[in-house]
T-cell receptor, first 115, second 111 residues
Framework: ETGVTQTPRHLVMGMTNKKSLKCEQHLGHNAMYWYKQSAKKPLELMFVYSLEERVENNSVPSRFSPECPNSSHLFLHLHTLQPEDSALYLCASSQDLGSIFTEAFFGQGTRLTVV | QQPVQSPQAVILREGEDAVINCSSS?????VHWYRQKHGEAPVFLMILLKGGEQKGHDKISASFNEKKQQSSLYLTASQLSYSGTYFCGTDSGAGSYQLTFGKGTKLSVIP
């Protein structure tokens, strides 16, 4: 248990569906992140939030829409996804931005399959 | 640009040692190491900052050679619990919060 909880753990959705991934942390951290992990590819940073403000959007397609209503919760809203979006989506949090001193705590991820 | 990890995979018997390398074509400010077991979250191991430092805990240690733009992770007297995929993440600037991860090295420790 790392203190970062993601739900659901597994999700299968059709290309026309709309679904949301949820991430929750009770570590008192100020920064939260969404990563995509595909088979045989490195972890890709998608979005970064600091104190509920989005500070980074790494050229992610608009079919992925993040939301951070408060510092403990992070959502990733999904709509009209493509099969190549199938991957493990990992949420992480850290005390603050500034990677040099800050370890990230990861959730166990949501395994997403788009059919 | 992502760092390059080598080897891609390694199989060890319990008690053997291993070295995992992480190389970058860009100047590095820090290197982060994580381990991910199958079906689990990546877990932080250590951060090394430029200045050529070394770190370690238990039988896992790492070094950072900024001239070579490379970091190495050393696992000594490996245990079954060391099995997993090891990732290095690098950043190239002070104040950067964006890590670029390598593809990972899969380590399997067998009895």
């Amino acid at each position: 248990e790392t203190g970062v909880t993601q739900t659901p753990r597994h999700l299968v959705m059709g290309m026309t569906n709309k679904k949301s991934l949820k991430c929750e942390q009770h570590l008192g951290h100020n920064a939260m992140y969404w990563y995509k992990q595909s088979a045989k590819k490195p972890l890709e940073l998608m979005f970064v939030y600091s104190l509920e403000e989005r500070v980074e959007n790494n050229s992610v397609p608009s079919r992925f829409s993040p939301e951070c209503p408060n510092s403990s919760h992070l959502f990733l809203h999904l709509h009209t996804l493509q099969p190549e979006d199938s991957a493990l989506y990992l949420c992480a949090s850290s005390q603050d931005l500034g990677s040099i001193f800050t370890e990230a705590f990861f959730g166990q991820g949501t395994r997403l399959t788009v059919v | 640009q992502q760092p390059v990890q080598s080897p891609q995979a390694v199989i060890l018997r319990e008690g053997e040692d291993a070295v995992i390398n992480c190389s970058s074509s860009k100047a590095l400010y820090s290197v982060h190491w994580y381990r991910q077991k199958h079906g689990e979250a990546p877990v932080f191991l250590m951060i090394l900052l430029k200045g050529g430092e070394q770190k370690g805990h238990d039988k896992i240690s790492a070094s950072f050679n900024e001239k070579k733009q490379q970091s190495s992770l050393y696992l000594t007297a490996s245990q079954l619990s060391y099995s997993g995929t090891y990732f290095c993440g690098t950043d190239s600037g002070a104040g950067s919060y964006q890590l670029t991860f390598g593809k990972g090295t899969k380590l399997s420790v067998i009895p």
